[in-house]
């Protein structure tokens, strides 16, 4: 903030979260600028997703960047919002916003914020970006985060007068579609580079590392053409499955063995488990019990078009997580290591051409997808000797570390400019710095 200036004159405003402001403004509470209508939840039999009624959102899960893409409505609404509201989400997380760009009716995990004459849509809009930081500190609930009608109400902010309000959300809006530019960048960059690293592990396992190997047709689409001397098989041959199992409730404990279902397996990884079993529950399930490098794979998940939580999604497990066992939606697949090694099949099975195989297979139900763990290696594959999977093997770990560490900048970046965005609105809209005499550059006006 090192270019914008301060106000000459301030006053504390009495309020933790917005300090001291400028002496001219006006603190105040949501409740004296604005009307707040917290949403009710409609009767079930009232909702449907054919086009019925008026668009329902329940809470905060059809939000878009500035306006919802509903896919609820509802013949008879208890509570709505009206075009040009501010949807308000009370339930985690706590703060997120949109704008009403038509008649809404609206359920308990949101509520509508009717902006008055006082205040200028535009810079109420810039505050509620920010709410978060005071809702966090009072936010309950032992399921999830919520706020109630009179928090909402009461929360605090300072007015400036309605032509700074002007100024500020127009200096906002500038500001941050050019720090929006740059995060939209990064993201792009992060992108790329996932689609690249895609791109060498799939090329690795299917094409080898020699690009002067004589070449044979597979005889399998998504391989394509394979280095002569690679044997292509079916993953069944060498491959074993092992379900996992389906613990009662009753078994769960706070501490012991850690269990492990389908959600768990994120990004190539086991994220922690909030479940354990107890040791004398697991004695009748030794082969369960997982050794540090196993691969897991889950058969249960999202449509395949949800990438990061897609059935199929796969893990070896780290040192952290010997002994774990898994639950009924996970499979371990233990190689024949006297033809593939487990590090190998990790690679087979997260490359491109692999995953071809689960999207054709998985199939829906309910509302979920699913795969058995016969259609899980049933895919042909090509296998190298072991010899030459382990030059596959260092070679794609040395290439996943440098994408680690190119992916670890970009997000860096990307964490600096979110940080800068968000702290920029909180200078601008509790007037640590003056923008009164601020003017868009002339390129951009007359543009």
């Known amino acids: 903030m090192g270019k914008y200036q301060p106000y000459p ?58 306006t919802p893409s509903p896919k609820q409505f509802c013949e008879v609404a208890k509570k709505n919002a009206k075009p040009g509201d501010f949807l308000f989400s009370v339930r985690a997380p706590v703060g997120a916003v949109n704008i009403a760009n038509q008649l809404y009716g609206i359920g308990r995990g949101l509520c509508a914020i009717r902006p008055s004459s006082d205040v200028i849509n535009e810079y109420l809009w810039w505050v509620l970006q920010i709410s978060k930081v005071q809702f966090d500190a009072i936010s309950t609930g032992s399921t999830f985060e919520a706020v109630s009608a009179e928090q909402v109400n009461n929360f605090s902010l300072a007015l400036p007068s309605r032509t700074e309000q002007k100024i500020i959300a127009a200096f906002l809006d500038y500001e941050t579609a050019r720090i929006d530019q740059l995060i939209a960048k990064q993201q792009q960059l992060i992108e790329l580079l996932k689609e690249k690293r895609q791109a060498v592990i799939s090329h690795a396992v299917t094409k080898g590392l020699n690009p002067n190997a004589p070449m044979k047709d597979s005889g399998v689409e998504w391989l394509g053409q394979v280095p002569e001397h690679w044997v292509v098989s079916a993953l069944n041959h060498y491959v074993d499955t092992i379900n996992g199992y389906g613990f009662s409730s009753s078994d769960f404990c706070d501490t012991g063995i850690p269990f492990i279902r389908a959600g768990n397996i994120k990004k190539w990884t086991i994220t922690p488990t909030d479940i354990f079993l107890s040791e004398q529950v697991v004695t009748k399930f030794k082969k369960l019990s997982l050794s540090a490098g196993d691969v897991v794979i889950s058969m249960v998940g999202s449509d395949p078009s949800i990438v990061n939580s897609a059935v199929g999604q796969i893990a070896t497990i780290p040192q952290e997580m010997i002994g774990a066992v898994p639950n009924q939606n996970v499979v371990i697949l233990r190689p024949n290591e006297s033809v593939v090694s487990r590090r190998y099949l990790f690679f087979i099975l997260i490359s491109s051409a692999y995953r071809s195989h689960l999207n054709l297979f998985s199939h829906k139900l309910a509302n979920q997808s699913i795969i058995s763990a016969p259609l899980i290696v049933s895919a042909k594959v090509a296998f190298p000797s072991l010899k030459e999977q382990d030059k596959i093997c260092s070679y794609l770990d040395t290439q996943l570390e440098k994408h680690e560490r190119l992916v670890s900048s970009a997000t860096g970046s990307l964490e600096l400019l979110a940080e800068r965005r968000t702290a920029l609105i909180s200078a601008a809209v509790t007037g640590k710095i003056d923008l009164r005499g601020w003017q868009p550059p002339k390129s951009e006006v007359t543009a």
Do not use: H
Request: proline share 7%.
């Open 9 to 66: 004159d301030y006053k504390d405003s009495g309020v933790e979260w917005l300090g001291y402001i400028p002496k001219e403004w006006l603190p105040t509470r949501l409740k004296n600028i604005s009307y707040v209508n917290m949403g009710q939840s409609p009767n079930s039999e009232d909702c449907n997703d054919v086009g019925n009624g008026v668009p329902f959102l329940q809470g905060n899960a059809e939000f878009g960047r500035k």
